[in-house]
């Protein structure tokens, strides 16, 4: 039957599906998805793979579960809060070697979720869309960490203020992703399967995870993520 989140393993990789109406994720969404998280970390596996849903990845957070509460403030700022818990869990993650795997188009917050691995695979024709400022929102999600870190500060200054779609060809150009795979679902997933495979079974593994925490450290002594998540918060509790 049909069910939002869904795990999965092989050949020493563990697949995650979450499935979300229209991408959008809510605060209970993100509690549950986290914890997926944690328990999939205390899997014996080298790679985790984040597949999204097949049509979506990720809006970010759910607008109109906040539009309908009673108090549209503290749902936003639960919301936001638990989003971030979540994209911490998987940037602070030593572990394991995480993939994103967007199947489908990714906007607000879910660009942050996808940047948060340490490998981005995209299907050919997916759309990116990270800013929110059309919403009258600075944004959270770790993103002034995150896009920086990818593309450049100056490509995330321009990204975030244009507030334009990126193709994935654009994306792949500027380094936003890593791989774009062409083809329908199946040999979507197959090449995925493929490319986390391969990680999880590399000669140099402990070394690819040994570097992983070295730059992690060396990021956390230049500026924590804890400075990041407040600066960006007090932005957004002034929109809120």
Known sequence: ?????????????????????????????????????IRAK??????????GGSDIWSKGIHLNLIEASEDAVQASWENINAMDDLIREIICTGSHYFISALQGN????????????????????????PHTR???????????????KRIGTQRANLFTEQCLPWGTAIALEVKLIDTC???NDENFYNQVKKI???IAHLSYFNQLLMAKKI????????????????EELERMHKNF
Request: with cysteine.
């Open 196 to 198: 986390a495979g391969e």
């Open 134 to 148: 059309n919403m009258g929102l600075y944004g959270s999600e770790y993103w002034t960490y995150l896009l920086p």
């Open 42 to 51: 205390q899997r014996n596996t080298h790679v985790i793979v984040m597949m």
């Open 215 to 230: 730059r992690r450290k060396r990021d956390e002594s230049y500026k924590p993520l804890e400075q990041y998540r407040k």
């Open 106 to 129: 990714a906007g607000a917050g879910g660009v942050s979720l996808a940047l948060a691995a340490d490998k981005v695979l995209a299907k050919k024709g997916i759309v990116f869309n």
């Open 1 to 37: 039957t049909f069910s939002e989140i869904k795990y999965e393993e092989e050949n020493n990789v563990g697949y995650i599906h979450f499935n979300f109406y229209n991408g959008a994720m809510s605060t209970e969404q993100c509690h549950r998805l986290r914890e997926v998280f």
């Open 181 to 183: 795979i062409d083809g």
